[in-house]
């Protein structure tokens, strides 16, 4: 049984989630799931999920659902009933984890607390050639960050995904 669950909801964006199942694909930490929570993605999805399976390296599932309006929500508890950690991580299908995310979320985790981070949001531009070139962000250091800041690839620097705050909230550890 993994200790973390990650579940990415998605719908027909199968570019962008092909980033992100890549960039979940080098964690440091390693004991972890990966579950794509789909709301009624076309058949494409379904086949790039079962061409990551071996390329992970991890427990892959794709859960789906008939797509009848915005119902991620719904897509999302779909995924946690299928989950076998015991910790849950959402990533949204199209952000990219840094290669410590996960660990970043096990030094974290205390019964009785859930994490909450930040994002930088990419210009349609940098987006652009994020998917369509061999870029990797969530590699990037500080300096790069920067670059892209000042040239006005991002809309804030923060911590670029580092930040994370922790809130109090009963019962969320199962």
């Given at each position: 049984m993994p200790s973390v669950s990650i579940i990415l909801p998605t719908f027909n964006r199968a570019?962008?989630?092909?980033?992100?199942?890549?960039?979940?694909?080098?964690?440091?930490?390693k004991d972890w799931e990966l579950?794509?929570?789909?709301?009624?993605?076309?058949p494409g999805t379904a086949a790039l999920v079962e061409r990551h399976k071996m390329k992970v390296g991890v427990p892959l599932a794709h859960v789906w659902q008939e797509h009848r309006d915005f119902r991620?929500?719904?897509?999302?508890?779909?995924?946690?009933?299928?989950?076998?950690?015991?910790?849950?991580?959402?990533?949204?299908?199209?952000?990219?984890?840094?290669?410590?995310?996960i660990a970043t979320h096990r030094r974290l985790a205390e019964p009785g607390w859930?994490?909450?981070g930040n994002r930088a949001l990419l210009t349609e531009g940098l987006?652009?050639?994020?998917l369509?070139?061999?870029?990797?962000?969530?590699h990037w250091g500080m300096a790069?960050?920067?670059?892209?800041?000042?040239?006005?690839g991002l809309n804030r620097l923060g911590r670029c995904g580092r930040y994370c705050s922790l809130?109090?909230?009963?019962?969320?550890?199962r």
């Open positions: 570019g962008f989630l092909r980033r992100t199942i890549d960039s979940v694909h080098w964690q440091t930490y579950i794509i929570a789909d709301d009624g993605s076309a991620a929500g719904e897509i999302r508890n779909r995924a946690i009933r299928v989950s076998r950690g015991a910790y849950v991580v959402f990533l949204d299908g199209d952000c990219l984890a840094r290669p410590d995310f859930f994490v909450t987006t652009d050639a994020v369509s070139q061999p870029l990797e962000p969530e790069d960050w920067l670059r892209q800041r000042l040239c006005g809130e109090h909230v009963p019962g969320l550890w």
